[in-house]
């Protein structure tokens, strides 16, 4: 059935959404926890090791914020799967 592939697309666009978001989540506290401890060794942090420090940071933060539109969008395919399931159900009865 093709409403079943709709909901089977929409479960898996959210589950892989969800992965990336943990992945990404992951990624960002140990940066921090890496900034931390190399800033606590050393107290002269060179401005273009900073620079580098951020990039990976910020790639992590679009990373997070694609994955939160790829759950939206998976959403959207739920709950759009029921609303024709549902309108399925209406003109049968």
């Given at each position: ?21 943990s992945e990404s989540a992951a ?21 273009e090791q900073a620079v580098q ?6 790639e992590e933060l679009v990373s ?30």
């Amino acid at each position: 059935m093709v409403i079943q592939s709709a909901f089977d697309s929409g479960v898996a666009g959210f589950q892989a959404a969800t992965e990336r978001a943990s992945e990404s989540a992951a990624n960002i506290a140990s940066q921090q926890t890496d900034n931390i401890q190399a800033r606590s060794s050393s107290t002269n942090v060179e401005t273009e090791q900073a620079v580098q420090e951020t990039k990976p940071l910020t790639e992590e933060l679009v990373s997070l914020k694609v994955a939160e539109r790829e759950a939206q969008v998976a959403a959207k395919v739920i709950t759009t799967a029921d609303e024709v399931v549902g309108s399925l159900i209406d003109t049968r009865a």
